[in-house]
């Protein structure tokens, strides 16, 4: 217990945001979660549109990336951005190609961005397939256009139901983050690897980390059962 509290006065600046010059630890990581899940999101809602598209080539092309993206470890796909893409002559000549793919944070930013974005696609297109047929012949009754019933009718309706399916992909993407220190990114699980080559406390140090992770993902749960009870409050049962 003493080694456990001199380990956490010592270090507990870098598990949490700083080392005194970068931004380190539950920062980083958070950081990295918020920016691919906005972005993927973000990207994710109109690609399910056209993913559930009557153009054929367009709902091939959504499904050629998603199955690509869910069908390779995300582990692969941040080391094809950080030293499989650098690789190539057309992106290393490049200016502004060259200048991007040497930052790892870069490149673990993309990876992950495509990677939940790919899955996020396939959960908003399955709750737009869902879509109850009687709302959508309502609304093309009142004279809608395909925009306005997207807009105001299946993409409300179809966010909302997807919000628990939705809230599994945020919680699995915090856990994905931890390969994010094979580009030299210093999230949670690089500090705590840190740390354990510098004590030799292993259990302490991955522990910390442990608990780090434990509390992100039960204040997620927390948030998204609150919004699940705000915006999906129509589907419990009523009492008589």
């Known amino acids: 217990m003493q080694d456990l509290i001199q380990l956490i006065q010592q270090y507990w600046r870098n598990y949490l945001f700083s080392d005194g010059y970068h931004f380190t630890g539950v920062a980083i990581t958070l950081w990295l979660l918020v920016v691919s899940i906005g972005v993927g999101f973000c990207l994710s809602v109109p690609f399910a549109v056209a993913r559930v598209s009557k153009k ?12 690509i993206f869910r069908g390779t470890p995300l582990y692969v796909q941040l080391l ?13 000549n490049h200016e502004l190609t060259s200048a991007f793919f040497r930052s790892g944070m870069n490149c673990t930013l993309l990876a992950f961005t495509l990677n ?12 737009i397939k869902s879509t109850p047929y009687g709302e959508i012949e309502a609304a093309r009754a009142y004279g809608m256009s395909s925009f306005t019933l997207y807009r105001r009718v299946i993409l409300p309706s179809a966010l ?14 915090l856990h994905a983050t931890t390969v994010a220190f094979t580009a030299t990114v210093p999230d949670i699980l690089k500090i705590a ?31 998204f059962r609150r919004a699940e009870r705000r915006w999906l409050a129509y589907l419990r049962p009523q009492g008589k």
Request: glycine share 4%; with cysteine.
């Open 116 to 127: 939940t974005c790919a899955y996020t696609t396939e959960i908003f297109a399955g709750a």
């Open 193 to 223: 690897r840190d740390v354990n080559s510098a004590t030799y406390q292993t259990f302490t140090a991955f522990g910390i980390a442990a608990m780090l992770y434990l509390i992100i993902s039960f204040t997620l749960v927390w948030l």
């Open 56 to 67: 054929k080539w367009l709902a091939g092309l959504v499904w050629l990336f998603t199955y």
């Open 80 to 92: 094809l951005c950080y030293t499989g893409l650098y690789s190539l002559e057309i992106v290393r």
């Open 160 to 173: 909302r139901r997807a919000l628990p399916y939705y809230s599994n992909e945020v919680i699995l993407m």
